[in-house]
């Protein structure tokens, strides 16, 4: 399946843990895209990044929140002291190259549950 | 950001009905796309509008772009439990990588 990865599928955190979850981008593809689906509410941008570079992050919390997208390896979506309010499914998508009308392929995402 | 309205919010139906959901807006876009989620999954693009008054067709999938590219239909016909899913309308601004979605239409098919 040379689809987009994540892991893990789903993750329970105690308040105050760390998060961290990993996405592999579909083969080729170099620019990985992270949304975030609160319970009740439409998926929203966090963050777009390439290789080694943030691109965009207007989407992402001021705090505990971050991203790297390595030379080698997955891209990782962390998150410091988690709270009950990070609780959500967090999706990563990617495309071969930028613009709004290159196809964003999605992963099956990472549930988070914050106890 | 524009926002996107879709409805209904739910939609719970017997197999082999037909079905419309909308994607509404006051604005005006280049192109609007439609995907399917499944429980549990990520979505999945089903198709890209982006002529006005376009009209798509996936199988028994009839997807169609208003005239004003305000809004958007998705027409299913006979629908099968293998429809089940949220309905997620989707736009890119001009220049932009970021999707923007709609709140999505939660359809069941029952069997």
């Known amino acids: 399946n040379a689809g987009v990865m994540q892991n893990p599928r789903h993750l329970v955190r105690r308040r105050g843990q760390e998060a961290r979850l990993r996405c592999s981008p579909m083969?080729?593809?170099?620019?990985v895209y992270w949304y975030r689906q609160l319970p009740e509410e439409g998926l929203k941008f966090m963050v777009y990044?390439?290789?080694?570079?943030?691109?965009?992050e207007s989407g992402m919390p001021k705090e505990r929140f971050s991203a790297e997208f390595p030379k080698e390896g997955p891209s990782i979506l962390r998150i410091q002291q988690v709270v009950r309010g990070d609780s959500a499914a967090y999706f990563c998508?990617?495309?071969?190259?930028?613009?709004?009308?290159?196809?964003?392929?999605f992963g099956p995402g990472t549930r988070l549950t914050v106890l | 950001t524009q926002l996107l309205e879709q409805s209904p919010q739910f939609l719970s139906i017997q197999e082999g009905e037909n079905l419309t959901v909308y994607c509404n807006s006051s604005?005006?876009?280049?192109?609007l796309q439609w995907y399917r989620q499944e429980p549990g999954e990520g979505p999945v693009l089903l198709v890209t509008?982006?002529?006005?008054?376009e009209v798509k067709k996936l199988k028994r999938l009839t997807f169609q772009f208003g005239d004003a590219r305000k809004d958007s239909s998705l027409h299913i016909t006979a629908a099968q439990p293998g429809d089940t899913g949220l309905y997620l309308c989707?736009?890119?601004?001009?220049?932009?990588?970021?999707?923007?979605f709609g709140k999505g239409t939660k359809l069941s098919v029952i069997p």
């Open positions: 998508a990617s495309s071969s190259s930028r613009g709004e009308t290159d196809t964003q392929y």
């Open positions: 083969k080729g593809h170099s620019h």
């Open positions: 990044l390439q290789k080694e570079n943030i691109i965009d």
């Open positions: 604005s005006v876009f280049s192109s």
């Open positions: 509008v982006v002529t006005g008054g």
């Open positions: 989707a736009y890119s601004g001009a220049g932009s990588y970021q999707l923007t």
